[in-house]
């Protein structure tokens, strides 16, 4: 019964650590995503369309998909200048609120890790099992071995 109960904590902190990893690498391309659009941000009214497609070129590169930029791109004003400019600076805007979003995902999913990781290391020791190092947001967790002491002596 323990054992089973020890495997369902597993699996639900394995599963935590999958997502917590995708929602780290949703926040790294977010990043230069955010990187690239404030770069246009500064050209202000002198952004060229060509700027926009070179820094679009750069995020694909870096793992953005290259059909949602493609749908973005569609969005595109024909002009450059102003109409260009304050289209930038929308996207811009969009991107920083979704890195809000993210974070705030990731503390949430960082949390619910860690404590699997403790109820897992409470379900090992209740278990009378050995240790199993479980990885958690780069760190390391072991319970006690409760034979370690006697071994030593």
């Known amino acids: 019964m323990i054992s089973e109960i020890h495997n369902a904590i597993d699996s639900h902190h394995m599963a935590l650590k999958a997502q917590y990893g995708k929602v780290k690498e949703d926040l790294r391309i977010i990043d230069v995503v955010r990187?690239?659009?404030?770069?246009?941000?500064?050209?202000?009214?002198?952004?060229?369309?060509?700027?926009?497609?070179?820094?679009?070129?750069?995020?694909?590169?870096?793992?953005?998909?290259?059909?949602?930029?493609?749908?973005?791109?569609?969005?595109?004003?024909?002009?450059?200048?102003?109409?260009?400019?304050?289209?930038?600076?929308?996207?811009?805007?969009?991107?920083?609120?979704?890195?809000?979003?993210?974070?705030?995902?990731?503390?949430?999913?960082?949390?619910?890790?860690?404590?699997?990781?403790?109820?897992?290391?409470?379900a090992n020791h209740l278990s009378g099992g050995n240790a199993t190092p479980i990885q958690s947001g780069g760190m390391a967790f072991t319970s006690p071995n409760p034979n370690a002491l006697e071994a030593q002596g």
């Open 35 to 122: 990187k690239e659009l404030d770069g246009l941000v500064n050209l202000g009214d002198a952004v060229s369309r060509d700027d926009v497609i070179k820094a679009s070129g750069r995020i694909v590169g870096h793992g953005f998909g290259s059909e949602k930029m493609a749908t973005i791109l569609a969005g595109m004003p024909t002009a450059d200048g102003q109409p260009l400019s304050e289209w930038v600076r929308k996207h811009d805007f969009a991107a920083r609120q979704q890195e809000q979003v993210s974070s705030a995902i990731r503390g949430q999913v960082g949390h619910h890790l860690a404590v699997a990781g403790l109820r897992s290391l409470a």
